[in-house]
């Protein structure tokens, strides 16, 4: 048949007509003897077929669903990482750090005397002065006493100076900005050159959900 189609069209290309050669009743005859002798052959061989289309609910949720499997697979542990390598990224920074001090006091000496007051005033508390006229005027004044007519020596302090313990400096200090972390991985088994299909699978949950009807191509016998 496909030379009788290719003779056919070279004739046309040349621009002969088919007529001049008497090939009309020719072809004609021939085509009809090769579709009587293809139709038998399919009728033979029971290769007569139709093919029909019809919807099917896939869910979005696979647990809803049938995978049929075409090629089966081989079983391998797969190496799955969970979390990648990590590398470390930082930066320098110039840093000042100040002088570390701390204050000592000064200390100084004094002489003060304390004036105490009879009994029916005990009301008013002893008094120090650090003159010994006042004391003296203070306990005229009030029948007092001088307790320490010589006097004690106090020692107070007089200032503070500061004691530097370290002093200020600046210095380059490396600062990051993200730490370095090792990849974690896990193995898993894992189904390596499986081949197949999602079919519909519970009926009950046909168009319920999240999901999409595709047209799946059926082919069956003529009879069918």
């Given at each position: 048949m496909r030379y009788l189609w290719i003779l056919t069209i070279i004739l046309s290309l040349t621009g002969v007509s088919p007529d001049s050669f008497s090939l009309v009743s020719y072809?004609?005859?021939?085509?009809?003897?090769?579709?009587?002798?293809?139709?038998?052959?399919?009728?033979?061989?029971?290769?007569?077929?139709?093919?029909?289309?019809?919807?099917?609910?896939?869910?979005?949720?696979?647990?809803?669903?049938?995978w049929v499997i075409d090629v089966q697979g081989t079983p391998k542990e797969v190496y799955i990482v969970d979390s990648p390598e990590?590398?470390?990224?930082?930066?320098?920074?110039?840093?000042?750090?100040?002088?570390v001090t701390h204050q000592e006091p000064v200390y100084g000496e004094r002489r003060y005397w304390?004036?105490?007051?009879?009994?029916?005033?005990?009301?008013?508390?002893?008094?120090?002065?650090?003159?010994?006229?006042?004391?003296?005027?203070?306990?005229?004044?009030?029948?007092?006493?001088?307790?320490?007519?010589?006097?004690?020596i106090e020692r107070y302090i007089v200032?503070?100076?500061?004691?530097?313990?370290?002093?200020?400096?600046d210095e380059t200090v490396k600062v990051i900005d993200q730490y370095a972390r090792a990849e974690v991985g896990h193995y898993e088994t894992k189904i390596l050159g499986e081949i197949g299909h999602w079919e519909q699978g519970n009926e009950e949950l046909v168009g319920i959900g999240e999901g999409q009807y595709i047209s799946k191509m059926i082919r069956g016998g003529a009879e069918e």
């Amino acid at each position: 048949m496909r030379y009788l189609w290719i003779l056919t069209i070279i004739l046309s290309l040349t621009g002969v007509s088919p007529d001049s050669f008497s090939l009309v009743s020719y072809m004609k005859d021939i085509i009809h003897r090769e579709l009587e002798k293809t139709g038998a052959e399919l009728h033979h061989e029971g290769t007569m077929t139709s093919v029909t289309t019809r919807n099917m609910w896939i869910s979005e949720n696979e647990e809803n669903n049938l995978w049929v499997i075409d090629v089966q697979g081989t079983p391998k542990e797969v190496y799955i990482v969970d979390s990648p390598e990590r590398k470390e990224i930082s930066h320098y920074e110039r840093v000042h750090h100040e002088a570390v001090t701390h204050q000592e006091p000064v200390y100084g000496e004094r002489r003060y005397w304390t004036v105490t007051f009879p009994a029916y005033s005990s009301v008013v508390a002893p008094e120090t002065y650090y003159s010994y006229d006042e004391a003296l005027s203070a306990a005229g004044a009030r029948d007092g006493n001088i307790v320490n007519p010589a006097g004690d020596i106090e020692r107070y302090i007089v200032s503070y100076n500061t004691v530097v313990d370290r002093e200020a400096y600046d210095e380059t200090v490396k600062v990051i900005d993200q730490y370095a972390r090792a990849e974690v991985g896990h193995y898993e088994t894992k189904i390596l050159g499986e081949i197949g299909h999602w079919e519909q699978g519970n009926e009950e949950l046909v168009g319920i959900g999240e999901g999409q009807y595709i047209s799946k191509m059926i082919r069956g016998g003529a009879e069918e």
